[in-house]
């Protein structure tokens, strides 16, 4: 085993994120000491002890530029993606998705950090973090109970371990015939967008909901999620009442207009300043994708709804990053402390490794006492760092990447596909003159 004096930067977590920066701080000539507990300590998630095991889908999704992963996917190629090179070399045929071998993928990416040379791995539980070093925190959303204590004390206790998410739909899509604007009891502005249902309306849709396919906890997420995080179906099944006076309470919801009362109503909240993207307040569920889409399209204005995030509840410990950590990823209170992964607060592979990424690259130029990475603004990247790391109202979740994430075309496209593909043209041709610029 290679034995670094003093490493020049230690990464804790052997995951896609902790994986990706360990491979672009390498390449540079960077000394990593790479920290991974398994199989040391396992999780209940992991079942073998390689590097980037992916524990859930072998599919790193859709490659298409009018899709949230093609686009991510894209700029990571221009950023010269270790992981994401990897994936390409041990893919399967999954049509217009990037799926691979899981095994081979992951085989792959524990033989070249086993066998780089400025890449050291100790295989050993880490729970304190010398700030004298600089680090990179990537591990994961089952990070263990010692160092899950650490990164309380680091943000103030602000530590989640269960995620309760909600759909998000694109406001484009939304048939605002159908809705209206209104807050309940009028109190304040008019920031919620209400569908609303008569007895009817909300018998069928209760019906579809109660009877939904969904995807089944797993052991270690049994008995452990909130009241907070109850999936919408769950809560139905308990009655249609623990809806009509809980998520789709009506009262106070009259149409501002002809003064007329409903059964039940949905509200939907702004996810971004723009309006481009909704979130239906109290939807999170573990219904299928197939499903979301089936039942919550009955509800009125979103039967052509598209969504830009699936609703979802699981176990995942992350930091509420927004206030803690910049757009980079660092730890605000310190010029080399880094968290990135799905600790940092977004969700999903290509994002971790796109954090993680990111994070080393500004790590890298830090050391070099250059200016900070500052990738555009109508990047994918810089949206889901900005995501991380701006101030919101009510409680932080993570999330994947999503076109609501960026602002909008100057000129409206109609055509859906059209105008991501335009977005994602944008992103790239802004990427591309910024990586040129670089000094990397």
Request: with cysteine; glycine share 6%; aromatic share 10%.
């Amino acid at each position: 085993m290679k034995l670094f004096q003093k490493p020049d930067v230690i990464v804790i977590g052997g995951g896609l994120a902790g994986s990706e920066a360990a491979l672009f701080l390498a390449s540079k000539g960077i000394k990593v000491s790479l920290y991974e507990m398994r199989p040391v300590k396992n999780t209940e998630a992991h079942e073998t002890d390689l590097l980037g095991e992916l524990v859930c889908s072998n599919s790193l999704k859709s490659e298409s530029l009018d899709t949230a992963n093609g686009l991510l996917k894209a700029e990571l190629l221009l950023l010269n993606s270790t992981l994401i090179d990897i994936a390409h070399k041990t893919r399967v045929p999954s049509g217009s998705a990037l799926s691979v071998d899981r095994t081979n993928f992951a085989s792959r990416i524990t033989e070249m950090i086993e066998n780089n040379p400025n890449i050291m791995v100790i295989r050993e539980e880490i729970s304190e973090v010398d700030f004298d070093i600089p680090t990179i925190i990537a591990t994961g959303p089952l990070t263990s109970s010692k160092m899950a204590e650490k990164l309380k004390n680091l943000f103030d206790a602000k530590l989640y371990f269960y995620d309760a998410i909600s759909p998000i739909v694109d406001a484009e899509t939304i048939d605002y015939e159908k809705c209206f604007f209104k807050s309940r009891y009028d109190k304040g502005e008019a920031d919620y967008l209400n569908c609303p249902m008569d007895k009817d309306e909300f018998y069928k849709f209760y019906n579809e909901l109660i009877n939904a396919e969904k995807v089944e906890f797993k052991d270690f997420e049994k008995g452990a999620v909130f009241e907070r995080c109850m999936p919408i179906e769950e809560m139905a099944r308990r009655g249609e009442k623990t809806l009509t006076f809980g998520p789709m309470r009506p009262v106070g919801l009259r149409h501002p207009e002809t003064g007329k009362e409903y059964y039940a109503v949905v509200q939907l909240r702004k996810e971004n300043k723009e309006g481009t993207a909704y979130n239906i307040v109290g939807f999170q569920t573990k219904m299928k994708i197939g499903e979301q889409k089936r039942v919550f399209r009955m509800i009125p204005g979103l039967e052509n709804a598209e969504f830009l995030r699936y609703g979802s509840i699981h176990r995942n410990t992350y930091v509420r990053s927004p206030g803690k950590l910049n757009h980079n990823y660092r730890y605000l209170e310190s010029d080399f402390l880094y968290i990135a992964g799905q600790l940092s607060g977004v969700e999903g592979y290509v994002e971790s490794i796109a954090s993680g990424l990111n994070a080393a690259i500004d790590l890298y130029l830090n050391l070099k006492g250059k200016k900070e990475l500052n990738l555009p603004e109508d990047t994918a990247m810089r949206a889901l760092g900005n995501y991380v790391s701006t101030e919101k109202d009510g409680e932080f979740s993570p999330s994947n990447f999503h076109f609501g994430m960026l602002s909008p075309l100057e000129k409206k496209i109609r055509d859906k596909k059209l105008k991501k593909t335009l977005m994602s043209q944008r992103a790239l041709d802004n990427l591309l003159k910024y990586v040129k610029s670089l000094d990397l």
